[in-house]
């Protein structure tokens, strides 16, 4: 399962902590890291961060950088992944030089930098014990959409239009094989080791608690549910020829965490700035399918009742639309 929350507060920096559980293992991902996020979210959890994306590197998503940086700075025991568009190793550099390493020599702990072009992942790699003054190359592959995968979800980048490159994140578990237990009933057969070696794909015979199946027959046992998803869309131009463009790629996700920078009056100001009204937002959410609408960045631009009027104006038009628990 996707178990993700919202940080930071209305009107202010906002940033999203994922954990995809499979129950046989974790993967954990932060998604930007504005300012005063990391604040609500355990220190612990915050160590054990397996990767950072940046949807794009404005102070408003990276200004809590320094937080997650003095945390995680000489971590060892994992690896040290960020991810963002064209130009995050450059920024990245900058904050990590942004110290005096007087213990440099001593220190241990190397990270990672992907940028994510359009074609390819650009890879570098910055050493702890170097003062992080050099950019070693870390490789380049193709960028064909999916650009990590861990056994327990997918991450799939969408580049997005923001006055330059914005990046959207979808995030999808892997199918989950299940057993139907009516069908085992009514065979007579009970569980066991057995059920693993059937989900695992074996063929031939199986040994069924003693008696011999051909694992081919027993197959119709098994049923196939696809995984959660959720998706993180912030900080965009939504025109119609983009909308036509992202449906499609969001189809099937389960939540989508998207912007509401604009309220339905100030399409003008939406479009000058590269930003979504609540209804253009909802008509995607609607138009993909999506189950759920979580809406978040909100501008300071209005206050709360202004925050609940366009609310209202997204669910007129997408009902499942809310906002993050608390925040009205």
């Excluded at 929350?5 to 902590?17: E, I, K, P, T, Y």
């Excluded at 000489?74 to 568009?85: A, L, M, Q």
């Excluded at 380049?140 to 056994?151: I, K, S």
């Excluded at 006055?163 to 139907?180: C, F, H, K, T």
Aim: charged content about 20%; aromatic content about 10%; overall charge negative.
């Amino acid at each position: 399962m996707l178990r993700a929350q919202v940080l930071g507060r209305a009107g202010w920096d906002n940033a999203l902590f994922v954990t995809a559980d499979s129950g046989q293992g974790l993967t954990r991902l932060l998604f930007d890291c504005g300012g005063g996020t990391l604040d609500t979210l355990p220190f612990g959890e915050v160590m054990q961060v397996d990767h950072l994306l940046f949807s794009h590197l404005h102070m408003d998503h990276v200004a809590g950088f320094d937080d997650f940086f003095r945390v995680n700075f000489e971590r060892t025991g994992k690896g040290n992944h960020i991810w963002g568009p064209p130009g995050t190793a450059r920024i990245m550099a900058h904050r990590f030089r942004g110290y005096w390493w007087n213990h440099a020599p001593d220190i241990r702990g190397a990270w990672l930098v992907h940028e994510i072009h359009q074609d390819r992942i650009v890879s570098c790699r910055f050493e702890a014990h170097e003062a992080f003054e050099v950019l070693h190359d870390a490789g380049t592959r193709p960028h064909t959409g999916v650009v990590l995968e861990t056994p327990q979800v997918s991450v799939q980048a969408v580049p997005l239009q923001h006055q330059g490159v914005s990046l959207g994140y979808v995030l999808r578990e892997p199918a989950r094989v299940n057993v139907n237990t009516a069908r085992l009933a009514h065979l007579g057969l009970r569980g066991g080791p057995w059920l693993a070696q059937l989900k695992s794909g074996v063929q031939g015979e199986l040994n069924v608690n003693g008696t011999m199946f051909d694992a081919g027959e027993l197959q119709h046992l098994l049923e196939v549910e696809a995984g959660d998803s959720a998706a993180y869309f912030t900080d965009f131009l939504l025109s119609d020829a983009e909308r036509e463009r992202l449906a499609p790629i969001l189809t099937g996700v389960n939540t989508l965490f998207m912007e509401a920078q604009y309220a339905p009056e100030d399409t003008e100001l939406a479009l000058k700035n590269h930003h979504t009204t609540v209804q253009q937002g909802a008509t995607l959410a609607r138009q993909a399918g999506v189950q759920e609408l979580v809406l978040l960045h909100l501008s300071r631009r209005y206050d709360p009742a202004d925050w609940a009027r366009m609310l209202r104006a997204a669910r007129g038009i997408f009902p499942a639309a809310r906002f993050p628990e608390g925040w009205l």
